[in-house]
């Protein structure tokens, strides 16, 4: 019997809205890709990015494309190369992950050569408002041990200091998302160090970042947008400190492990990173974080509702996927 992909969306209401400097959502948009395979079935969910030009439609169609392949006994080392880095080949990459895991009647991480996963505590996100709204956001998450701050430009430094005066004992990290100006970068810099931020992630446009190797970072400085695959870090260390990984840009779970290494060769720490989505786009995620500087895995975590069986989340503690969800 040979393998038989098939791609669907589903949408998941957000609690409450969630806004970064690009604008806000109200519901995370998923596609999923699910080969099966007599009766082992294999998953990925994947978030398209219109940041990268991305569509759902487009995406889909790009899956909906390789299930002849797919059918034919493709792997993903032939995947890799039939398909661009991407949300659609990220799908299809942790579908075939999972669908080689329950063949094999062995995890993942096993597949992988990995070591078996811990729990691992996760960043919680706060939405860009104005700095009383953050205030008040950061104090009643104050309980929580990483808090990621999604930042926008004009503003921002009352922003990190209100944030910080709402939770002076959680550690910190920064999200411009391409929002700051180079004439900025150094004071806004400065004032993320002063209030003990640990990280600041894609302060310029990416392809507006050559300032930041001409000054000096108090604070590591995390590529987002100017990363995306092992292909991409080519001259990157001398304007960023870390990488933030994210599956869905580097086009899947085999590229993500491969990059994550190649990073650490070029001597860069790690962030792994996730689009709104649910625990099924996070559990192949938690594999590459294991050894992460930062995880930022909360997707689940901002949704009216998760998945279900999904990831046990124990406040930030988010524990290793069980086999029925992924891998």
């Known amino acids: 019997m040979s393998a038989a992909l098939t791609v669907r ?3 998941w209401p957000i609690a409450g809205g969630f806004t970064i400097s ?23 969910e994947c978030v398209p990015y219109a940041r990268y030009g991305e569509t759902v439609e487009g995406v889909g169609d790009a899956i909906a494309a390789v299930a002849g392949d797919i059918a034919g006994g493709m792997t993903r080392e032939r995947l890799a190369t039939a398909m661009p880095a991407g949300a659609a080949r990220n799908a299809v990459d942790c579908a075939l992950w999972d669908l080689d895991a329950k063949r094999a009647g062995r ?9 078996t996963p811990k729990p691992l505590v996760t960043a919680y996100t706060l939405s860009l408002a104005s700095p009383e709204a953050m205030y008040e956001a950061a104090h009643t998450a104050r309980h929580r041990p990483l808090l990621k701050v999604k930042l926008g430009g004009a503003g921002d430094a009352e922003r990190i200091q209100a944030v910080r005066e709402g939770a002076p004992e959680a550690r910190l990290i920064l999200d411009a998302n391409e929002g700051w100006k180079p004439a900025d970068l150094e004071r806004l810099l400065a004032v993320s160090a002063a209030a003990g931020v640990e990280l600041v992630e894609q302060p310029l446009p990416a392809d507006a970042d050559e300032p930041l190797a001409d000054i000096e970072r108090p604070v590591v400085v995390c590529a987002d947008e100017s990363v995306h695959d092992r292909a991409s870090l080519t ?16 086009g899947g779970l085999t590229e993500a492990l491969a990059m994550s290494a190649a990073a ?7 962030m792994v990173g996730c689009m709104l989505a649910t625990s099924l786009a996070m559990a192949p995620a938690l594999l590459v974080a294991q050894d992460a500087e930062w995880v930022d895995l909360d997707g689940p ?19 290793p996927p069980d086999a029925e969800l992924w891998g």
């Not at 806000?24 to 395979?37: F, G, M, N, P």
């Not at 995890?107 to 070591?115: C, D, K, M, T, V």
């Not at 998945?307 to 503690?317: E, I, K, V």
């Open 301 to 319: 975590l901002l949704l009216a509702k998760d998945r279900q069986p999904g990831l046990r989340f124990d406040g930030s503690t988010v524990h």
């Open 264 to 270: 650490r060769a070029e001597g860069m720490k790690i």
């Open 107 to 115: 995890p993942a991480w096993s597949l992988a050569g990995l070591g």
């Open 9 to 11: 969306t589903e949408r």
């Open 22 to 44: 690009r604008g806000t959502k109200t519901e995370a948009v998923v596609v999923v890709a699910e080969i099966r395979d007599g009766d082992a079935v294999g998953r990925g």
């Open 235 to 250: 001259g990157l260390a001398a304007r960023y400190d870390a990488v933030n990984i994210k599956l869905d840009k580097a």
